[in-house]
């Protein structure tokens, strides 16, 4: 079983930077992608950042230039920088990840870390 945990979010105020991080259970080399979705109240969850088995990354227009994505592969632990962070980034921050075998896809979800902005 696959576990991912989220920690890092927190509080902050506007243009101030933050970085959740997401540690899985295993290798994340089994991993097909990795990312962080987040969802505000009352909005649907949106993806934020995605990051490939190979490094491959990419970002909702929201946030380019202000968030990266990255991993670590021997920690098996992905980040989320997030700099000049705003007030319309408050939500809950998913860390997912997704496997696919054969025809078969897995998807896994962390329970979720809140960010606030504010001032």
């Known amino acids: 079983q696959v576990h991912l945990v989220e920690s890092g979010g927190g509080l902050v105020q506007p243009g101030g930077s933050l970085r959740p991080s997401c540690a899985a259970s295993?290798?994340?080399?089994?991993?097909?992608?990795m990312g962080w979705y987040r969802q505000a109240p009352g909005k649907q969850r949106e993806l934020v950042a995605v990051i490939s088995s190979v490094g491959t990354t990419s970002y909702v227009d929201s946030v380019k230039g202000r968030f990266t994505i990255s991993r670590d592969n021997v920690k098996n632990t992905v980040y989320l920088q997030m700099n000049s962070l705003k007030p319309e980034d408050t939500a809950v921050y998913y860390c997912?990840?997704?496997?696919?075998?054969?025809?078969?896809?897995?998807?896994?979800w962390g329970q979720g870390t809140q960010v606030t902005v504010s001032s």
């Open positions: 295993g290798s994340i080399f089994s991993f097909n992608a």
């Open positions: 997912h990840a997704y496997t696919v075998r054969s025809v078969t896809r897995n998807d896994y």
